[in-house]
Nanobody
Framework: QVQLVESGGGSVQAGGSLRLSCAAS????????MAWFRQAPGEEHEGVAS???????DYADSVAGRFTISRDDAKSTLYLQLNKLRPEDTAMYYC????????????????????WGQGAQVTVSS
């Protein structure tokens, strides 16, 4: 049963923008925390941004000021707006959700999240 579905990846030139979407089941969407991670080839997963159910957002230093995480409650959808993209932003981006979590930060461990999407590829050329 697919419960998180990402879309919106693609290829852009440096300086460009993309918007990723993550459609969630209503149950998962109502949980404590949703977040975006990314994984570049040969690298470990990196937390990018998080959205706590209380409305608090958090960003990795590498994307702060360029990326924006948001939610549309009517659509049970999480978004990540990626602006001023750089070649080093090239990665597979994953949506993740935690029904119960002690904390909700972009640096929260992978084990915090029990639900994951299939990933959306973002490629930025120089």
């Amino acid at each position: 049963q697919v419960q998180l579905v990402e879309s919106g990846g693609g290829s852009v030139q440096a300086g460009g923008s993309l918007r990723l979407s993550c459609a969630a089941s209503r149950y998962i969407y109502s949980g404590r925390c949703m977040a975006w991670f990314r994984q570049a080839p040969g690298e470990e997963h990196e937390g990018v941004a998080s959205f706590d159910v209380d409305g608090t957002t958090d960003y990795a230093d590498s994307v702060a000021g360029r990326f924006t995480i948001s939610r549309d409650d009517a659509k049970s959808t999480l978004y990540l707006q990626l602006n001023k993209l750089r070649p080093e932003d090239t990665a597979m981006y994953y949506c993740a959700a935690a029904w119960e979590a002690v904390e909700c930060y972009s640096a929260s461990s992978l084990g915090t999240f029990e639900y994951w999407g299939q990933g959306a590829q973002v490629t930025v050329s120089s």
